[in-house]
């Protein structure tokens, strides 16, 4: 998968996503919370998916008291979520808004990082449904939905934690490169545009897990830092597809 950038020429219009319905998983996290907030800001529709329905309503709230278009909760528990579930999640957005126009998977489980040989089955198998499992049955059900849009994305997020023990956490990053892959190949063409985003280091929840006494943390960007370019993976402007975008600084690459 080729690795791009934001367009240096890029601006953000205040009313970028106007009228646009966006669902964001994992609504309530470092990169879920900061991009359903900004979309909101941009004129979307935001669709906030998560487990806690307390921590959701805070979103809620926030881009509400921001002067954004009044956003929708939909609480959902990735991990014991059956396909049911995503089928009426889909019925429900029908019956709502009659399409959807962006999809950001920013819901993640890190897991337990651990030597291969000392793996827990039971965590392996949280983590492949969270970052795998889910993003897969969510996109499947919410095609036809996106396909009634004339212009819509999906974005996953995906990651290259350097060195060993990542366990399942990497080898669900690794699906989901592959899932992002297969399905910009085959809506290449259409109005749906399929992209990765590999946001490197950034100060979120999960990442002061992975390296909670990593020098330099205080130090990294936050979610928000990155709205630019997650604004514009949603926007009209995007015409690149099958790609995963990094932040602008970073060595673009094609990995063979």
């Given at each position: ?13 205040p009313d ?22 900004r979309y ?29 278009p009044q ?186």
């Amino acid at each position: 998968m080729k690795t791009t950038t934001l367009p240096a020429d890029f601006q953000p219009k205040p009313d970028l996503l106007k009228d646009k319905v966006i669902l964001v998983t994992g609504a309530t996290g470092g990169f879920g919370r900061a991009m359903s907030r900004r979309y909101a800001d941009s004129g979307a529709t935001v669709i906030l998916l998560g487990k806690n329905i307390r921590r959701l309503e805070e979103v809620y709230d926030a881009i509400e008291e921001a002067g954004g278009p009044q956003p929708a909760i939909y609480p959902m528990d990735l991990e014991g979520a059956t396909e049911k579930d995503y089928y009426d999640l889909a019925q429900n957005i029908d019956k709502e808004f009659g399409r959807l126009d962006g999809l950001l998977h920013a819901a993640a489980q890190l897991g337990a990082p651990t030597p291969f040989e000392h793996s827990d089955t039971e965590t392996w198998y949280k983590v492949m449904q969270i970052n795998l499992n889910a993003p897969y049955l969510l996109t499947k059900h919410l095609i036809g939905l996106l396909r009634k849009s004339p212009h819509a994305s999906v974005v996953f997020m995906t990651d290259d934690k350097p060195g060993t023990y990542w366990d399942a956490y990497m080898v669900s990053k690794g699906g989901i490169d592959q899932l992002t892959r297969l399905m910009a190949r085959e809506y290449e063409g259409s109005p749906l545009f399929v992209n990765a985003v590999n946001p490197g280091m950034s100060r979120t929840g999960l990442h002061l897990r992975a390296f909670p006494a990593r020098d330099g943390n205080d130090r990294l960007p936050m979610p928000e830092d990155h709205a630019d370019l997650f604004l514009y993976l949603m926007s009209d402007d995007l015409n690149e597809q099958g790609r995963c975008f990094v932040p602008s600084g970073a060595e673009a690459r094609q990995d063979t």
